[in-house]
């Protein structure tokens, strides 16, 4: 079965599943796609301790008339999934609808199928009689998004591969020059949106809008985790610079095995703040 096949036919739910296996060793890190019998205890969410309600979502005000379509319902769950993805509505925030509806000018009605709607493609978690609130982050999570990037980005890079131009390569030279410019903790979102135009040049060269829609989804809820800072740039810039040199040999196998190990940095990284938080607490 193909790596596409699997994929699809593996979209039913699974009581337990590791695509990043992160050991009793703080900071272990093994790349796999077994199910183990007997897993690991999951290590504890963290931000645990919830943020509190989001009375004034400051991130949906300033445009909100300037910027509003006639599709009111898409324009309510674009704005918020822009919060949401960008890190400026916190990990395990609770949203008040009324507080959203009023803040963004509208009825509480459509903010309340939006947040329904992004709950349901997890974006939002929604606790019955309890409300709606971001996803809170743990490993096991970003593990799982990661096995599925590892599979479908696999794919990208074999489709795009003999497509790509030297104006891409030029391009990704040119990102990675500006992102080396953004080392300052306050140039962060700057760095990772121009990290997610670095990755994406392959990605839309495979040609397959279907699977760019997969792999938005997937880069969208991987962005909370980028956004905490966990990762160093330093880490990611050094492997920009070896990806540029494999894209240009079109080495579909070697910047494979780059891409796990670039997205590997980031699970180690959850692993130690884990293990930091821990002792803290029991401190």
Do not use: C
């Not at 593996?10 to 019998?37: C, D, I, W």
């Not at 319902?73 to 509806?101: D, M």
């Not at 990755?199 to 989804?217: C, P, T, V």
């Not at 966990?230 to 492997?239: A, F, G, K, M, P």
């Amino acid at each position: 079965m193909s790596a596409s096949a699997a994929f699809f036919a593996s979209l039913t739910p699974r009581p337990h599943f590791l695509g990043y296996a992160v050991g009793q060793r703080p900071g272990a890190y093994t790349p796999s796609r077994q199910r183990e019998s007997n897993p690991p205890r999951p290590l504890a969410i963290i931000y645990s301790r919830p943020y509190p309600e989001v009375q004034a979502p400051v991130p949906f005000s300033q445009e909100r008339r300037q910027d509003q379509p006639e599709a009111l319902l898409s324009y309510i769950e674009t704005r918020i999934k822009q919060a949401v993805v960008s890190g400026e509505l916190k990990p395990g925030a609770k949203l008040s609808p009324s507080a959203v509806a009023a803040d963004l000018g509208v009825s509480h009605i459509p903010v309340r199928e939006a947040l329904t709607s992004l709950a349901a493609s997890g974006y939002l978690e929604h606790k019955p009689r309890v409300g709606f609130f971001v996803r809170a982050l743990s490993p096991d999570d970003l593990a799982d998004i990661y096995h599925w990037r590892e599979i479908l980005e696999r794919e990208a890079f074999q489709m795009a591969m003999p497509k790509l131009t030297a104006d891409d390569i030029e391009e990704m030279r040119r990102l990675h020059d500006e992102m080396r410019k953004l080392g300052a903790p306050e140039q962060r979102r700057e760095y990772l949106n121009l990290n997610r135009q670095f990755h994406f040049i392959a990605f839309r060269r495979a040609g397959s809008d279907r699977l760019l829609r997969f792999l938005d989804y997937l880069w969208d809820v991987a962005a909370p985790y980028t956004f905490t800072g966990l990762v160093n740039t330093e880490d990611s810039d050094r492997d920009h610079e070896r990806m540029m040199d494999l894209f240009q040999a079109r080495d579909v196998n070697g910047i494979s095995e780059m891409m796990t190990r670039h997205r590997g940095i980031a699970v180690e990284a959850v692993a130690r703040w884990e293990a930091q938080w821990e002792a803290r607490e029991q401190s």
